[in-house]
Each structure stands twice: as C-alpha cells, then as structure tokens.
C-alpha cells in the first residue's frame, strides 16, 4: 500500500527557513507530481507548487515563488519543501499530495489522488 | 479569499439529500475539470470526486458531482452522520497555472 508519510512537527521563530520531507513509501516516484499544499488553523487549502521529480520540474504559485524551493532524492523517493522568511501567517499544517500518473507527465486535470499525513508548522518567537 | 466560491455550511437531515455548489470562472471550471475532497477534523483531505463525476475505489456511489459551464456541484445522497466533514471542490487555473481549491463547505447531518 503507497503511503506518503511526512516528517514531524516542527516550532520555528519568524525569519528562520523550516524544511519538511514527504517520502513515498512502498513505491517510488514514477511519473507523479507531488505538491504542497498548506491550510492554516480554520482555514481552507492553498496550493504552493509542485515537483516532478523524473522530469526534474518545478512550479510555484506567484505567491510562494520567492520563499519556496522544492527538492527531490530519487534514491530514498523522498521530496522536501523549504519555506524561508517564515512569519507568524506560516503557521498551518503543510501537505504532500500526489497526482498524475505511474507512465506519462502529469496533466492539469489530474486530481491528488494521495495525500500525507500532514506536518504542523508553528511560527512564534 | 479563495478563487472558487462555496457555501460555508449546509446542513440536512440523516437520509435526505444535500447539494454543495461550486462556482468559478472561465480559467478554470469552465476550461477544466473539477475534482472533491472530503476532510474530516485533524485529517488529511482525501479525494472523493475526479474528472467532475467519477468516483475512486471505494468511494460510496451516494456520492455524485456534475459540472455546467463554470459551476459544479456535489450531491450526497441518503445522508448518513459518518458523512460530517468539509468538503472542497478545485479545478486547474489556466491564469495562475496551478490547481485552485474553494473555501471549503462544512456538511452538518442534523
């Protein structure tokens, strides 16, 4: 059974950088998209950009272009998203979720299929 | 503010019928599909609707969506309590390049 299983919580002071991992469990990459997706306390979902890792692209939402980078290790199919200049607003649980397909480039339409567990990003100083 | 438009609650009674409505634009549910997620408390979204009606694996057929012009909809059918939770309705944004996600829609069975 393919799981993504997220890395743990983690409490950050406002101006530092926080890094949260998302690995593939029983499977490897393939062909999917994987995406960050983050919904701050009571609120809804907010795309930030995604990585496909076999054909090495990114995309960012304009809003996270600048502070956002995310990576990928193919030999542990493990991806990372790395948010810097983190203000109190950052506070949210951040997800990994999966789209696309085992073979072929993801498509626009392609809806995330498979989501992490989530990772609780707290901002205070 | 979130680029697709849903109520913020509906509520029924167990067994009755409710509809969450969905409302867009042309740069994205009138130029592509739309997609539902359900998310419990303190849980992860989990995909319930894709391709504007198609159900994944193990989802309850009580569940259905359609989709006219840049509005969609999710319908639940013989509403059971299990069935409380939010739902979301995105779709791919040709402007911005990325999928957008309404505000959420908390279901109350009464």
């Known amino acids: 059974q393919v799981q993504l299983v997220q890395s743990g919580a983690e409490v950050e002071k406002p101006g530092s950088s926080v890094k949260v991992s998302c690995k593939v469990s029983?499977?490897?990459?393939?062909?999917?998209?994987f995406s960050w997706v983050r919904q701050a306390p009571g609120q809804g979902l907010e795309w930030m950009g995604e990585?496909?890792?076999?054909?090495?692209?990114?995309d960012y939402a304009q809003k996270f272009q600048d502070r956002v980078t995310l990576t990928a290790d193919a030999s542990t199919s493990t991806a990372y998203m790395e948010l810097s200049s983190l203000n109190s607003e950052d506070t949210a649980v951040y997800y990994c979720?999966?789209?696309?397909?085992?073979?072929?480039?993801?498509?626009?339409?392609?809806?995330?299929?498979?989501w992490g567990q989530g990772t609780t990003v707290s901002v205070s100083s | 503010q979130s680029v697709l438009t849903q109520p913020p609650s509906v509520s029924e009674a167990p067994r009755q019928r409710v509809t969450i409505s969905c409302s867009g634009s042309?740069?994205?549910?009138?130029?592509?599909?739309v997609n539902w997620y359900q998310q419990f408390p303190g849980k992860a979204p989990k995909l319930l609707i894709y391709?504007?009606?198609l159900l994944p694996s193990g989802v309850s057929d009580r569940f259905s969506a359609s989709k006219s012009g840049t509005s969609a909809s999710l319908a639940i059918s013989g509403l059971q309590s299990e069935d409380e939770a939010i739902y979301y309705c995105?779709?791919?944004?040709?402007?911005?390049?990325?999928?957008?996600f309404g505000g959420g829609t908390k279901l109350t069975v009464l």
């Open positions: 391709y504007n009606r």
């Open positions: 995105a779709a791919w944004d040709d402007r911005l390049n990325g999928p957008v």
């Open positions: 979720a999966r789209r696309g397909h085992e073979y072929s480039s993801p498509q626009p339409n392609d809806a995330f299929d498979l």
């Open positions: 029983g499977d490897t990459f393939r062909s999917y998209a």
């Open positions: 990585i496909t890792p076999v054909f090495r692209t990114t």
């Open positions: 042309s740069s994205n549910i009138g130029n592509n599909v």
